[in-house]
């Protein structure tokens, strides 16, 4: 099976949890976008569902699908969200955030009763960090975290799109870092929230409640204990 198919087949399994009436997430991605996909067909066969998108770009694709969106104050619980991941490790801790979505998404993953990932089976890795991990920053502050970042030895990088710095649908900038030498991952996050200008990052570190992995012989389902 190709990474796509993969992660068809994952997002295709995730939608069986979604039942009538629910309030749903939409993730952001190119595996949510086979999700939206499937749930906009579960919509086009009669189910009522309320959803709250992750993105604009999410947002845009539902509504064409005939998916009734909700902004995310309009409701008070989600029941089930469902999204992608960059990396995912044994202990159900994620990097997310290479589509630039990360603030809205762990948003909505904090505010939903039931958190699925779903991924093809290049996402799993032993430890995180091989992808780089994802720092949405306010434009104000960008330049002095750089440097502090630098000097912690996270290797930053500003993102940019094309030559001009990567906005996200808050208008703020992403720095990628390197944390593959960082043991202690809540440490880290504590660290990075402390600092003034950051918004969040994406470290998606207890929030996950199941995995649902495309594989060649079939999906494999990873749920938290």
């Excluded at 979604?18 to 939409?26: A, H």
């Excluded at 499937?38 to 699908?65: F, I, Q």
């Excluded at 703020?172 to 944390?179: A, S, T, V």
């Excluded at 998606?204 to 594989?215: A, E, N, Q, R």
């Amino acid at each position: 099976m190709t990474a796509d198919q993969e992660k068809k087949q994952a997002a295709l399994e995730a939608v069986k949890y979604i039942k009538d009436t629910m309030v749903v997430g939409l993730g952001t991605g190119s595996t949510a976008k086979h999700m939206i996909e499937a749930v906009g067909k579960l919509v086009a066969d009669g189910m009522n569902l309320t959803c709250v998108p992750s993105s604009e770009a999410t947002e845009k694709l539902a509504k064409e699908l005939g998916i009734k969106i909700v902004a995310l104050d309009a409701i008070d619980k989600i029941d089930v969200t469902i999204d992608g991941a960059d990396e995912f490790d044994e202990k159900f801790q994620l990097i997310k955030g290479g589509g630039g979505a990360l603030l809205r998404e762990k948003i909505l993953a904090w505010n939903t009763k039931f958190n699925i990932i779903i991924a093809d089976s290049s996402k799993e890795v032993q430890k995180l960090g091989a992808f780089k991990l994802p720092v949405e920053v306010i434009p104000f502050a960008t330049k002095q975290i750089l440097a502090y970042l630098e000097k912690e030895g996270l290797q930053p990088v500003q993102r940019m799109r094309g030559g001009d710095p990567y906005r996200t649908d808050e208008n703020n900038n992403i720095i990628d870092i390197d944390i593959f030498r960082t043991e202690d991952l809540q440490a880290l996050e504590s660290k990075l929230l402390k600092i003034p200008g950051v918004v969040e990052t994406g470290l998606f570190l207890d929030t996950t409640s199941l995995i649902i992995v495309g594989k060649e012989g079939g999906p494999e389902f990873k749920e938290r204990r």
